[in-house]
């Protein structure tokens, strides 16, 4: 039984590595109280005290493993040092997506926010500073290794979004495994990666004035007539595309970086080398 109201595992990311759907999945485990939003208390909220995070594990029934999740913990700077201080003994997953894809797709989430408004040959780029994390937050080999200077290899599990495409089942029970459950794999959310970038959406003017509405609303989603009245409304995005010669540069500027972590993590990353269609 936890007795410090803190969790016993931790999703650190990456952003845009399907790190969703494994929250999902663990959210409909049994055993285990993960809290619905990302709680960014060791990136972003760290300020604001031991007490504030615990509220995030308040609605946590007696005996359940907490958990949480927040994708950007993976590459800031400070979260590694931070969490080690916190909670040495704490279980850490990472799920890494193919850096170039991984990029593209967080550029689509921006795009779709308003908060980036050109192509992505102005964005994707190692200069960039107006977004950095497009970039910068592939770098995984990088990042690890700073994970590794404050935790021992056995307490990191990484996982790669092939294996949640290939295997979902078995990424799910080698989750468990490592978190010392019970294999609980939910046919309810099943077998499927979300991908936010091929769903329908309000227009960008009409979801910018309901905003400040959202957390209202929010009981309303799946109510026959809401979800009826969002669908009349609701358009799919359309990107600009991510151009073969910006991906081959990509591939190119990342080629390093994933061959260290190849044996940084004694994994086969010979597709993320190779440039090829544009993915979602």
Known sequence: MNSTGLPQFIIIGAVKGATTWLHHQLQHHPRVYLP??????????????????????????????LGEKSADYLAHPLAAKRIAETLPDVRLVVQLRNPVDRAYSDYKMLFRRGTVTRGPEAYLHPNNREQPRFIEDGLYAAHLKRWLKFFPREQLLVL?????????????????????????????????????????????????????????????????????????????????????????????????????????????????????????
């Open 160 to 280: 790669l979004f092939e294996d949640v495409k290939r295997d979902p089942i078995g990424t799910v029970s080698r989750v468990c495994d490592h978190l010392g459950l019970p294999v609980h794999y939910s046919e309810e959310i099943g077998d499927t990666p979300r991908n936010d970038s091929s769903e329908q959406f309000l227009p960008l003017r009409v979801r910018t004035a309901l905003a400040p509405l959202k957390e209202a609303v929010r009981p309303l989603r799946g109510n026959a007539m809401f979800e009826g009245m969002r669908r009349v409304l609701a358009r799919e995005i359309r990107y600009p595309p991510l151009s073969p010669s910006l991906r081959s540069r990509l591939t190119d500027f990342y080629a390093d970086d994933v061959a260290e972590l190849e044996n940084l993590i004694g994994r086969d990353l010979s597709t993320w080398r190779a440039p090829r269609r544009q993915a979602a």
């Open 36 to 65: 619905a939003p990302e709680p960014h208390f060791f990136s972003q909220h760290h300020e604001q005290g031991l007490d504030f995070y615990r509220g995030f594990f308040s609605g946590a029934a007696p005996g359940k493993m």
